[in-house]
Nanobody
Framework: QVQVVESGGGLMQPGGSLRLSCAAS????????MGWYRQAPGKQRELVAS???????NYADSVKGRFTISRANAKNTVYLQMNSLKPEDTAVYYC???????????????WGQGTQVTVSS
């Protein structure tokens, strides 16, 4: 029904930058919001950044001033620009899309498979 695909993860030195991409596709009528979550080993999944259809954004305190979430014109693609990376940013990053589908006409959340981000010297 709806597919969410992330890309852009990898290995980066502290202080470096990475850009993650997420594309939602399928029977989408409208996108209410999209966001990035991350989960480190032994820790709970946490919200990193999100963006709503009205372009309102929200960031975790730990990434404010370093990460930026943005949306493509089609509004079913988002990016996460990560600057000044720290070792504690190491985690699997998951993309979430909250959409209304053309098949059920109901709003639901869909998740990507995750992409690994490792920050190490």
């Amino acid at each position: 029904q709806v597919q969410v695909v992330e890309s852009g993860g990898g290995l980066m030195q502290p202080g470096g930058s990475l850009r993650l991409s997420c594309a939602a596709s399928g029977s989408i009528f409208s996108v209410n919001a999209m966001g990035w979550y991350r989960q480190a080993p032994g820790k709970q999944r946490e919200l990193v950044a999100s963006i709503r259809s009205d372009s309102t954004t929200n960031y975790a305190d730990s990434v404010k001033g370093r990460f930026t979430i943005s949306r493509a014109n089609a509004k079913n693609t988002v990016y996460l620009q990560m600057n000044s990376l720290k070792p504690e940013d190491t985690a699997v990053y998951y993309c979430n899309a909250q959409v209304r589908t053309t098949t059920t006409w109901r709003t639901a959340d869909y998740w990507g498979q995750g992409t690994q981000v490792t920050v190490s010297s």
